[in-house]
């Protein structure tokens, strides 16, 4: 079965940090570009961060340069997002998503979605 598996979230204070795994079943995850997205409640699903499997290249949405950071782990078939110096407004779902990324267009075009988990941000 092919899927993606988010896990990782849940409640942390502001400043504090998460690390979100996205584990990959029924294919292999290192082939694909990665992309962290989120939504939180009433707002359109953004762009976190994306990574090219080719050259590692990352895009960083600027909300989060210098706190969130992505690695892999090709044995586990696993990405992780680390999330640092938390602020109430990274408060949302985040899903992984495996697929291409095209950089010059700022596009990501997805194969594979996780289900999602949830990081809420608040004192």
């Known amino acids: 079965q092919v899927q993606l598996v988010e896990s990782g979230g849940g409640l942390v204070q502001p400043g504090g940090s998460l690390r979100l795994s996205c584990a990959a079943s029924?294919?292999?995850?290192?082939?694909?570009?990665i992309g962290w997205f989120r939504q939180a409640p009433g707002k359109e699903r953004e762009g976190v961060l994306c990574?090219?499997?080719?050259?590692?290249?990352?895009y960083y949405a600027d909300s989060v340069k210098g706190r969130f950071t992505i690695s892999r782990d090709n044995a586990k078939n696993t990405v992780y997002l680390q999330m640092s110096s938390l602020k109430p407004e990274d408060t949302a779902e985040y899903y992984c998503?495996?697929?291409?990324?095209?950089?010059?267009?700022?596009?990501?075009?997805?194969?594979?979605w996780g289900q999602g988990t949830q990081v809420t941000v608040s004192s």
């Open positions: 029924g294919f292999t995850l290192d082939y694909y570009d």
């Open positions: 998503a495996a697929g291409a990324w095209y950089s010059g267009s700022y596009y990501f075009e997805t194969d594979y």
């Open positions: 990574t090219s499997s080719r050259d590692g290249s990352t």
